[in-house]
Antibody, heavy 127, light 107 residues
Framework: QVQLQESGPRLVKPSETLSLTCSVS??????????WSWIRQPPGKGLEWIGY???????KYSPSLKSRVTMSVDTSKNQFSLTLRSVTAADTAVYYC???????????????????WGQGTLVTVSS | EIVLTQSPGTLSLSPGQRGTLSCRAS???????LAWYQQKPGQPPRLLIY???IRATGIPDRFSGSGSATDFILIIDRPEPEDSAVYSC?????????FGKGTRVEI
């Protein structure tokens, strides 16, 4: 059974850096069959995709966050991570990690939907 | 960026009554790369449908998806009380991937 679990500080001060790790069990992050994403959800609001990383360390970020985000993968620990710099109150949210299956139905491969998700962790930005 | 608009905002259904949820995109979604998720309070989203109409593993067949281009729907046929949740659509046909704001379903 594939499981993902987010970990990291729950409280971050404004202008500082948010760092989260997603620990994966039941599947290897080294697998070329999956990408690994971060998604967030501000309290009472909708979901926002932050970006993904794959087993080779290739990344893609949402343009709205690209200047502040870094993602990486640690195959030795079967984890992947998110760093978000210069945070403000607007970055307060539940942060989820999720697996993106790589689909190649006709020889052309794509990713983009999320299954499964971690339980999520609420990160509050406040002094 | 593709904006997804979901309607209605809230949908009240009786058990056994069919429910139809709409997701409209601001631009055509290539290859029908659209997914639907169910989210209950305090829980992460759960994948229901991908590719607009393909049920994810373990999803009951009372959930079905259809549509193309800019108009997509999720049907909940003969809903059960445990189907009370927020349902969100998400497109992955254009970068960045985006979500709709969700439809709250009350059974």
């Amino acid at each position: 059974q594939v499981q993902l679990q987010e970990s990291g500080p729950r409280l971050v001060k404004p202008s500082e850096t948010l760092s989260l790790t997603c620990s994966v069990s039941g599947v290897s992050v080294s697998s070329g069959s999956f990408f690994w994403s971060w998604i967030r959800q501000p309290p009472g609001k909708g979901l926002e995709w932050i970006g993904y990383v794959n087993n080779n360390g290739n990344v893609k970020y949402s343009p709205s966050l690209k200047s502040r985000v870094t993602m990486s993968v640690d195959t030795s620990k079967n984890q992947f991570s998110l760093t978000l710099r210069s945070v403000t109150a607007a970055d307060t949210a539940v942060y989820y990690c999720a697996r993106d299956p790589v689909m190649c139905p006709d020889g052309n491969c794509y990713v983009g939907y999320f299954d499964p998700w971690g339980q999520g962790t609420l990160v509050t930005v406040s002094s | 960026e593709i904006v997804l608009t979901q309607s209605p905002g809230t949908l009240s259904l009786s058990p056994g009554q069919r429910g139809t949820l709409s997701c409209r995109a601001s631009h055509d979604i290539s290859s029908n790369y659209l997914a639907w998720y169910q989210q209950k309070p305090g829980q992460p989203p759960r994948l229901l449908i991908y590719g607009a109409s393909i049920r994810a593993t373990g999803i009951p067949d009372r959930f079905s998806g259809s549509g193309s281009a800019t108009d997509f729907i999720l049907i909940i046929d003969r809903p059960e009380p445990e189907d009370s949740a927020v349902y969100s659509c998400q497109q992955y046909g254009g970068s960045p991937w985006t979500f709709g704001k969700g439809t709250r379903v009350e059974i």
